[in-house]
């Protein structure tokens, strides 16, 4: 691997040590700002900081433990901010650190405004705050609103008695006889979705775990209640949210049975299409106001989009562009093979559909570096897929680890699952433990990060595939990472061009410009084990018998300058290089 051109410039950190100051200032001038002191404004070419910022995911419980107690914690995210400054990373989307009694590790919120024990407390918070926002890198919440804690104060008040005012901000319903749930719906987590409680007889509607209610958002308590939970944390300097499981804030009101089909699934339940309990129709009512809130704030909202289809994907934008900026394409996640006509298919579509969020693994995924990998030319394949969705036109999140290679970690035996998915589904559904598994800083013991015993077990691939030693190795997955990052923020045409698929009948080669001006990036990516040879014209696009300069590339031969008229790429390799007219 090499970089030819590298720039001095790192990019530039709006809410440096300046931030404040900054943001005086601007308020002065009747700028727009958010509670960070940062400018709401657009670029020359109407492209907001969340369009070019690099988002990073920290699954809290996993990547730093400042205390030794085996789970990460915010304080050890703190110590890191370094390393995610010089990976060149813009804004953290935390998973959910609120009090809870982890029965689903975070999304089982007792408590939105307040951080759990095991994590910290809000003042650990701060200091993460205004050390990020020194870095210049802001932090995401993870809103959990489709359902709360059982613990919740506001659900232990909702069950006490049926008359209870907060009664209806849970969706409480009779049986349709003894022992029977009010319809057939099942939980995604396995079972049905009712609960019956004794003390006031009737039966409690959960999408996910029995400990996980469900919220009521026809009622419009529960929705005022939720969105000062937005502002509380706007207030504390948070730049946006992750929105949990949006597909699924409401429920058909006459409870129809949903269509059962065929076959069952990993718990042994019948397959159903959840028709009348996910995706329903008034959910966009709740994010355009939903909207309102956090552009008053300059603020964020990413979606937890699981859409089956691109017009599916498009609705999460809203039709006047006034719901999520950032709906996940999860669609992508699911071209589950090295196949250059799939991805193209599938980036080609985004595209056309608003502006892209690409996402290759998350802690619900199995990692990328498994999925995609061969089992030998791994490291090759995992900076492939760096080389993709990190110079598409959209926005990025990466998960924690994959920049080093983090495999899953699956375990091996039912007794050691610690996810309660892999216990009801053990062996077919071995749940979600393997993609969580500690952050691997070092070849020391624990991949350096905890003393204790660790909550879930480091990887054995922490010995090669960690931040220490793959910082020290020009040609680790990491440096790649680094370098693409680099080019990513500086490079006009990957921060601001239009995409341009290339050679679209190529089954193993995906090659696409990334144009802007009379500049473009070209990106060629062999998808293949074999080595490829593909011919490039772009008189077509303005181009004619242009050579490229390589910027950065896996190639062994590694070019100075590469002819279009044949390109010989080796097995998974990445060629990035820029043309000008
Ligand atoms: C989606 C989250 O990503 C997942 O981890 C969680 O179990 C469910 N939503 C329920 O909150
Ligand atoms: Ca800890």
């Not at 993460?128 to 609103?145: C, N, P, Q, T």
Request: proline residues 6%.
């Amino acid at each position: 691997m090499v970089v030819i051109e590298r720039s001095k410039l790192r990019h530039a950190l709006i809410g440096c040590s300046l931030g404040p100051c900054l943001g005086a200032i601007l308020l002065v001038i009747g700028v727009p700002t958010n509670t960070h002191g940062q400018a709401a404004g657009r670029d020359s070419e109407g492209h907001q900081w969340w369009q070019h910022a690099v988002f990073y995911e920290i699954y809290p419980r996993s990547f730093a433990d400042s205390n030794d107690d085996g789970i990460g914690d915010l304080n050890g995210i703190t110590r890191k901010l370094d390393y995610l400054k010089e990976l060149g990373v813009d804004a953290i989307w935390i998973t959910p650190c609120y009090p809870s009694p982890q029965v689903d590790f975070g999304y089982d919120v007792s408590d939105y405004q307040n951080i759990d024990p095991m994590y910290g407390t809000l003042e650990d918070f701060d200091r993460l705050e205004s050390e990020a926002r020194k870095r210049g890198i802001r932090i995401i919440m993870d809103f959990v609103m489709n359902h709360t804690s059982d613990q919740h104060a506001w659900f232990k008040e909702s069950r006490s008695s049926r008359d209870n005012p907060r009664r209806d901000w849970y969706i409480w319903r009779d049986g349709k006889g003894p022992n029977q749930p009010p319809n057939n719906w099942l939980s995604t987590f396995g079972g049905s979705a009712w609960k019956f409680d004794p003390t006031t007889g009737q039966w409690y509607y959960h999408f996910f775990y029995p400990q996980q209610p469900d919220l009521n958002w026809r009622n419009p308590e529960v929705e005022k209640a939720m969105f000062d939970v937005t502002r509380w944390w706007y207030r504390r300097g948070v730049a946006g949210f992750r929105l949990d499981a949006v597909d699924t804030l409401f429920e058909d009101p006459a409870l129809h049975d949903n269509p059962v089909l065929p076959g069952k699934n990993q718990y042994g339940d019948p397959n159903m299409a959840n028709l009348y309990n996910t995706k329903l129709p008034e959910l966009h009512g709740v994010l355009e106001r939903l909207r309102q809130v956090a552009d008053e704030h300059n603020a964020v909202l990413i979606g937890e989009t699981w859409t089956k289809d691109l017009e599916e994907l498009k609705r999460y934008y809203g039709e006047h562009s006034n719901e999520l900026q950032m709906p996940m394409d999860f669609l992508f996640t699911r071209v589950d093979k090295l196949s250059a006509g799939e991805f193209r298919k599938q980036i080609a579509g985004v595209n056309a559909a608003g502006w892209p969020v690409y996402v290759l693994s998350n802690h619900d995924i199995v990692r990328s570096y498994v999925r995609y990998g061969d089992g030998r030319h791994n490291d090759e394949i995992a900076k492939l897929m760096a080389g993709l969705y990190l110079t598409l036109r959209g926005t990025a999140i990466l998960y924690y680890g994959e920049e080093i290679g983090m495999e899953n970690n699956d375990p091996k035996r039912k007794e050691d699952v610690k996810d309660p998915i892999g216990r009801l589904g053990w062996p077919k559904e071995k749940g979600r433990d393997g993609e969580r598994t500690p952050m691997q800083w070092n070849s020391s013991q624990n991949a350096g990060f905890t003393k204790a015993k660790p909550w879930l077990p480091v990887d054995p691939n922490y010995r090669t595939h960690n931040v220490e030693s793959e910082g020290k190795d020009p040609g680790s997955i990491l440096n790649f990472y680094r370098r693409l990052l680099e080019l990513r923020h500086q490079n006009p045409a990957l921060l601001e061009g239009a995409y341009v698929p290339l050679n679209e009948d190529d089954p193993n080669v995906l090659c696409y410009l990334r144009t802007y001006k009379d500049e473009a990036v070209l990106v060629v990516l062999n998808m293949s084990a074999e080595r490829q040879t593909t011919t490039l014209n772009l008189t077509s696009q303005g181009f004619a018998g242009a050579q490229a300069t390589t910027l950065l590339t896996t190639l062994a031969t590694h070019p100075e300058r590469l002819s279009l008229s044949s390109v010989s790429v080796d097995p998974f390799a990445v060629y990035i290089g820029k043309i000008s007219k």
